[in-house]
């Protein structure tokens, strides 16, 4: 198994009055998860917890009994981590769906999702929504997620200048997100992971107000202190603005 570093905070920002977004860190699966709620009345919080306790419990529950039936059937293009973790993310839709429809408070609500897992010598990423997935490598930053966002879809059709994408009026618009449909698609995708390595899940609580560059510079600021580039990242976030929650997961891989 990998030898990972890690660390996960969140905070309530500088302009609302509770935090919706949740995180799981459970290293004994090597799994790390971010959800962003949305939904009026902290109908937003209760979908993002049901999100990342629905995947983490899956997870422990199969470690405890592989023989376990699954949710849904298989799908054979895809190798068995990838049917687990895409599995557990549906089934987390489905649950956030259920409290949603049977329980007239939480009507609505629904949570972004982004996870990821570290198993034998690769990484998988899991993702629904505009959570992120960032990795550092050799001085380099890449995105390895892709906005399920209005914004995003509008990028994809018409070149925008770095001034129009600023004041595009849709921003916060969630084209996919767990919770609105009772099944939903989940972006999986996966790679060799490299000792060095640094894996950064967040909310766009922090890709919302720190750029790219930021994010980058603060990471080679910080060298392999995990916990250190969290609490820069967020404080960043703050100090922009800080108009949304933010959450941030830090994985190294060690050398």
């Known amino acids: 198994m990998p030898k990972l570093e890690y660390a996960g905070l969140t905070d309530v920002g500088m302009k609302r009055t509770h935090n919706e977004d949740n995180l799981k860190l459970l290293p004994e699966h090597n799994l790390f998860v971010v959800a962003d709620g949305m939904g009026g009345h902290a109908s937003g919080e209760v979908a993002s917890q049901i999100a990342v306790e629905t995947v983490a419990s899956l997870f422990e529950e199969i470690a405890a009994d592989p023989e376990i039936t699954m949710p849904y059937k298989e799908d054979r293009n895809k190798s068995p981590v990838e049917n687990l973790f895409v599995t557990s993310v549906r089934y987390a839709n489905y649950r956030v769906f259920e409290k949603a429809s049977e329980d007239?408070?939480?009507?609505?609500?629904?949570?972004?999702?982004?996870?990821?897992?570290?198993?034998?010598?690769?990484?998988?990423?899991?993702?629904?929504?505009?959570?992120?997935?960032?990795?550092?490598?050799e001085s380099k930053l890449d995105q390895l997620t892709e906005d399920h966002s209005l914004l995003n879809d509008y990028k994809k059709m018409a070149k925008l200048t770095p001034e129009e994408e600023k004041n595009f009026p849709h921003k916060n618009i969630i084209v996919r997100a767990l919770g609105m449909k009772e099944s939903v698609l989940v972006d999986i995708s996966s790679d060799v992971f490299r000792p060095g390595d640094i894996y950064l899940l967040c909310s766009d609580g922090l890709s919302g107000e720190v750029d790219d560059p930021n994010i980058l510079r603060l990471a080679s600021e910080s060298g392999d202190r995990v916990e250190e580039l969290c609490k820069k990242l967020i404080q960043t976030a703050c100090a922009n603005g800080g108009k949304d929650n933010v959450t941030v997961i830090c994985v190294r891989v060690v050398e």
């Not at 982004?114 to 990423?125: A, I, P, Q, S, T």
């Not at 993702?127 to 990795?135: E, T, W």
């Open 104 to 137: 007239a408070r939480f009507k609505g609500m629904g949570t972004t999702f982004v996870g990821m897992l570290f198993k034998d010598d690769r990484y998988y990423v899991a993702h629904v929504g505009d959570s992120r997935c960032y990795r550092v490598r």
